[in-house]
């Protein structure tokens, strides 16, 4: 790929380090709040490139945040390098092969997606030092992006207050803008107090706590006719009353996981799921106690930065990737489903094509997408400023993520080739902004519309602190 854009040749000089880093938090798979390792190599290498460092941000101690410039314009680049439990995996190969039974894994690319991340900033930081150019660019590493909303208290407590515009990526199977489409949700952890007893001596003595779990996931399994199309509750026993039959539970917990497609309709659907909680205590003579685990906002679109990100991935092109890239990723596509393979298409509101291994296309900005939808912290970050994030292909077509299959690509060529052009892209979307302050008035207004039809309330209570 020729540089034509000077940013990308900025990029280009510190890929290999940042190859390096990737590789490393990879090594190191670390999830919820616990990504020492995996921050302490970002801070060594905000150091090394010479950012101003904030440490334990958010009174977070794996969140940190690195800033370069001054004056002008503020952009965030966002960052993320926690893994996920039970994905422990070795690389390279293409059958399911844990390093570590019951270990760690990055199953959904995060150690590539906070080294492109902090890999784009530099580039920024290299670019506005070169040229003379006003202007900050921060990189927010953010712990515990998968189940515990480490942006969303990031938000809370105003690290993005002063920020004019945010950018971030995603590994994926597929290369373009990423759709404004995710699911707010909230974890609250039900407890339920009953009374112990012998179970077969005196059991109407007792009441049990896990009953009362056992009726709410029933109650709530019959709200789902009810619910909006798009919403979703799933729950985890935290704590089933022990492992003894013969005696009546005296404590149980769930964490029941609510998602719905907008805040309003999060809200909403938590009153729902706490009434039947307050019902199967009623019906068990229990006791229920609730305690917010965490939250995230649906993500806000922002049309002028989603077009100004779409013109950098058409001036890139596709993802290079070589014979040798395809031909892993079609024995990895040996391993998946011709529905996984469907997937990637229907994502994109593309028909499938045969035979392709590797995304080789730029999709369009205006796509139409089937499929269910996740959620991310990123939603909260896109309530407080202008956000736009970009899909890059790093492995297989079809790969689904959260599984061993993403694991084993996290340290391919191809995905390193996608870590890359994810930096390039986010390095000249940023430049754009800092070079043209008529597009960071345009994203404001857009923004300003959303607030002003539903303002931002915090999924998060005030009280509620990081479980750090």
Not at 80 to 96: I, R
Not at 397 to 407: A, K, N, R, Y
Request: aromatic share 6%; proline share 5%; net charge negative.
């Amino acid at each position: 790929m020729q540089n034509t854009d000077p940013i990308w040749n900025h990029v280009d000089r510190h890929r290999e380090d940042f190859v390096s880093l990737s590789d490393r938090v990879f090594d190191t798979p670390e999830t919820l709040y616990n990504e020492h390792k995996s921050v302490a190599e970002h801070k060594r290498m905000l150091a090394a490139q010479g950012f101003r460092i904030t440490e334990n941000a958010a009174g977070i101690p794996t969140a940190v945040i690195g800033e370069a410039g001054d004056d002008g314009p503020v952009i965030a680049i966002l960052g993320e390098f926690d893994a996920l439990p039970y994905l422990s995996q070795e690389p390279g190969v293409t059958e399911h092969r844990p390093l570590e039974e019951g270990g760690n894994g990055h199953g959904c690319g995060h150690n590539l997606l906070g080294s492109a991340a902090l890999l784009a900033a530099t580039a920024v930081k290299d670019w506005m030092a070169e040229n003379g150019i006003k202007g900050r660019v921060r990189y927010y590493g953010c712990p515990a992006e998968e189940g515990g909303a480490a942006k969303t208290y990031m938000v809370r407590e105003g690290l993005f207050d002063d920020v004019d515009a945010a950018i971030s990526w995603h590994p994926a199977t597929f290369t373009g803008v990423n759709a404004a489409n995710s699911l707010a949700n909230t974890r609250i952890d039900f407890t339920f107090h009953g009374k112990a007893a012998h179970a077969a001596g005196a059991p109407e003595l007792g009441r049990s706590a896990l009953d009362a779990v056992e009726l709410m996931n029933i109650g709530v399994n019959y709200l789902r006719e009810h619910m909006p199309d798009s919403a979703r509750v799933h729950y985890a026993y935290l704590d089933a009353g022990g492992v003894a039959p013969n005696v009546v539970q005296a404590k149980a917990t769930v964490r029941q996981l609510i998602r719905a497609s907008s805040l309003p309709d999060l809200r909403d659907l938590v009153e729902r799921v706490r009434k039947i909680a307050d019902g199967a205590a009623l019906m068990t003579g229990t006791q229920v106690t609730s305690q917010v685990f965490s939250g995230v906002s649906n993500l806000l679109g922002n049309r002028p930065l989603e077009e100004t990100m779409q013109r950098e991935l058409e001036k890139l092109g596709p993802v290079a990737f070589d014979n040798a890239d395809e031909a892993f990723a079609r024995e990895i596509q040996t391993t998946l489903t011709a529905a996984d393979i469907a997937t990637t298409f229907k994502r994109i509101g593309t028909k499938p094509v045969k035979g392709l291994a590797l995304c080789d296309f730029v999709a369009p900005l205006d796509r139409l997408s089937e499929g269910g939808e996740g959620s991310t912290d990123v939603g909260d970050v896109s309530w407080a400023v202008p956000t736009v994030q970009a899909r890059v292909a790093t492995c297989a077509i079809g790969t689904p993520f959260h599984t061993w299959q993403t694991v084993a690509q996290g340290k391919a060529p191809a995905a390193h080739k996608g870590m890359i052009y994810a930096a390039k892209a986010m390095a000249a979307t940023a430049c754009r902004l800092i070079e043209d302050q008529l597009l960071v008035a345009a994203a404001h207004e857009t923004h300003k519309e959303h607030l002003e039809e539903t303002p931002y309330i915090c999924p998060i209570p005030d009280d509620v602190r990081p479980p750090v």
